[in-house]
Nanobody, 119 residues
């Protein structure tokens, strides 16, 4: 059973870079046709898909966040990471990682981690 666990700082200062890691167990991030996503939910708002990294390392980002977002992976540690640059208080949210196949790229989710952007 694939399980995901987000980790990273809970507080980030404005203008800094937010970095989160999603550690995967029970499956490999290089398994063919599996996909690994980052999603966030600001307080009082809906879910926002941020980007995805595929089994082959290719990445795709939300157009609204593309200029500030980078997703990468470390296959030796079986984890993938999110970097969001130049954060503002509007980036305060619960951040989730998710995984899935072609039919449902977000079939399983981590528990989420709260990130607050504040000075």
């Amino acid at each position: 059973q694939v399980q995901l666990q987000e980790s990273g700082p809970g507080l980030v200062k404005p203008s800094q870079t937010l970095s989160l890691t999603c550690t995967v167990s029970g499956g490999s991030i290089t398994t063919n046709y599996w996909y690994w996503s980052w999603i966030r939910q600001p307080p009082g708002k809906g879910l926002e898909w941020m980007g995805i990294i595929a089994y082959d390392g290719s990445t795709y980002y939300s157009p609204s966040l593309k200029s500030r977002t980078s997703i990468s992976r470390d296959t030796s540690k079986n984890h993938f990471t999110l970097q969001l640059n130049s954060v503002t208080p509007e980036d305060t949210a619960v951040y989730y990682c998710a995984w899935g196949g072609v039919a449902d790229p977000m079939q399983g989710w981590g528990q989420g981690t709260q990130v607050t952007v504040s000075s």
